[in-house]
């Protein structure tokens, strides 16, 4: 439990440091952060 805890924090984090300028930006970095904790589920 405390792996997806730390994904979805490291995933808000370099999801608030990343610079979306557009949705589509945004959008892309919402799927890459759902990849990691996809990942991070995995293990």
Do not use: F, P, Y
């Not at 995933?11 to 949705?23: I, K, R």
């Amino acid at each position: 439990m405390s792996r997806i805890r730390l994904a979805l924090i490291s995933a808000l984090v370099l999801l608030s440091l990343s610079a979306c300028h557009t949705v589509e930006g945004m959008g892309k970095d919402i799927k890459s952060a759902g990849g990691a904790i996809e990942d991070a589920g995995n293990r």
